[in-house]
C-alpha cells in the first residue's frame, strides 16, 4: 500500500529519531491537521538495539493543562474569551470545559472572567461581554491566542489592535460567530462555542505556550480545606472548598455553589491566587465607574492551592511577552496538578483567608 504525505513524513521522521535516538530514548513533536504526537523511541522489544521495531508514536499533554487527552492534544492556538460574572449573568455557559480561566477586578469591585480553551471544546460560551486595558497585557503569554469579546473602550480597542492577538470581537469580521439567546434579557445574552470561534479564525494564530509546569505528586504544603476571596460581598465573594472525592476545588459565591447551565458545580484542580496591583487606567464605564487596570508585568506575593494544600510563593512577569512564573522557597517553579487552572487576580490589599 502506497504511503501518504502524512504516512511518509512520520516514517521520516521515525527514522531520524531512531538515527538520533539513545538507549534512553528520543522525542520529536509531529503537528499539522490534527492532534499532537510524539514520534518516540525506546528499547521497547528488549533487544539492547534502538531499532524500527521500537518506534512508536505518543499523545501529548495539552499545553495548558499537563492532561493527555486520548489522541494527543489538538493543534490549534489558545482561544481566549471574555465572559461576565454578575448575578443577572449567571448561570455561565463553558466554564468547566476551559483549560484556564483569569479572574480580573473589573470597575465597582466586581470581577470579570477571561476563560482560555484548547484543549477542550465547549458548545456554548457565555455571556460574552466586554474587553479590559488589562487584556491585551495578559493573554500574549499564551502565544498568539485567539480572543473573542464584545464592546470595548477606545484606548483598550487600541491596545488590542496592537497587541499580538488575533482579535475576533463581536464588532468586527467575527460577528457571524455570536448569537443572541432570546431567553436571556440584553446585553446579558451574547453566546458563542469553540467551533464557530475557530472557524473564524481562519487558521490564525500561534500553538500556546506552556505557562504552567505540571506535577502529579505535590509539593510542601499547608492543609486547607476552603480558600475565600473576597473580593465583592455582594457580587464576587469567592470560595472553594476542597473536595476530596472528586479531587478538585469547587467554586461558590459565599454559601451559594456556582454552578453552570447544567447545574454543575464550577471546579478546579488548581486555584492560583496571583496579588496584583491596581491603578487608575483614566476610563470610566457609563455608571461613572473608574475602570482599574491591573498590573501583571512585575512580581507580587501568590498562593498555589492544589491537592487540599495551600503552597505560599511570590509571582514575576519581566514582560507583556514573558509568561508568569509562580516561584517557591528558593526560587523554584510550583508545580500545578494536571487540569484545569483558575487565576485568581485579586488585589493585594485584599486578604487571603484560609481554613
Known amino acids: 500500500m502506497a504511503l501518504t504525505r502524512r504516512g ?31 514520534a518516540a523511541t525506546r528499547d521497547v522489544d528488549g533487544d539492547g538495539d534502538i531499532d524500527q521495531e521500537d518506534a ?25 474569551v471574555k465572559v461576565e460574572n454578575l448575578h443577572s449573568a449567571r448561570p455561565q455557559a463553558g466554564l468547566n470545559q476551559a483549560d ?30 466586554s474587553a479590559r486595558l488589562m487584556d491585551p497585557n495578559l493573554l500574549p503569554e499564551l502565544g498568539t491566542p485567539l480572543f473573542a469579546y464584545s464592546g470595548a473602550a477606545q484606548p483598550v480597542t487600541r491596545a488590542v489592535t496592537r497587541a499580538d492577538l488575533i482579535d475576533l470581537s463581536f464588532e468586527g469580521e467575527a460577528v457571524g460567530a455570536y448569537e443572541r439567546d432570546p431567553s436571556r434579557e440584553m446585553p446579558h445574552n451574547l453566546y458563542s462555542s469553540t467551533a464557530a470561534l475557530y472557524e473564524a479564525a481562519g487558521g490564525l494564530g500561534g500553538p500556546p505556550r506552556a505557562i504552567f509546569t505540571f506535577r502529579d505528586r505535590a509539593p510542601k504544603g499547608t492543609k486547607v480545606k476552603s480558600v475565600r476571596l473576597p473580593f465583592n460581598v455582594s457580587e464576587a465573594d469567592v470560595r472553594w472548598t476542597w473536595n476530596q472525592a472528586t479531587r478538585t476545588w469547587l467554586r461558590f459565591h459565599g454559601e451559594e455553589a456556582h ?31 473608574p475602570s482599574p487596570e491591573v498590573e501583571v508585568v512585575g512580581s507580587g506575593k501568590a498562593y498555589v492551592f492544589r491537592n487540599g494544600k495551600m503552597i505560599e510563593g511570590r509571582w514575576r512577569r519581566d514582560s507583556i511577552r514573558g509568561v508568569t512564573e509562580f516561584v517557591g522557597k528558593g526560587g523554584k517553579v510550583i508545580p500545578l496538578a494536571p487540569g484545569n487552572t483558575w487565576v485568581e487576580l485579586l488585589p493585594a490589599d485584599l486578604a487571603v483567608e484560609t481554613a
Open 100 to 129: 484556564v480561566v483569569f479572574e480580573q477586578p473589573v470597575e465597582g469591585n466586581i470581577t470579570r472572567f477571561i476563560v482560555v480553551y484548547q484543549c477542550e471544546d465547549a458548545d456554548r460560551i457565555g455571556p460574552v461581554r
Open 259 to 289: 454552578v453552570d447551565e447544567f447545574g454543575e458545580q464550577v471546579s478546579a484542580a488548581n486555584v492560583v491566587v496571583q496579588l496584583v496591583e491596581l491603578r487608575d487606567s483614566g476610563i470610566v464605564d457609563a455608571a461613572g465607574n
Open 56 to 80: 512508536i508514536l505518543e499523545p501529548i499533554a495539552c499545553p495548558l493543562t499537563g492532561v493527555v487527552p486520548e489522541g494527543g492534544a489538538p493543534d490549534r492556538p489558545a482561544l481566549a
Open 8 to 38: 511518509k513524513l512520520l516514517a521520516w521522521l521515525v527514522t531520524a529519531v531512531i538515527a538520533a535516538g539513545a538507549g534512553a530514548g528520543a522525542f520529536t513533536y509531529l503537528r499539522g491537521g490534527g492532534p499532537a504526537v510524539a
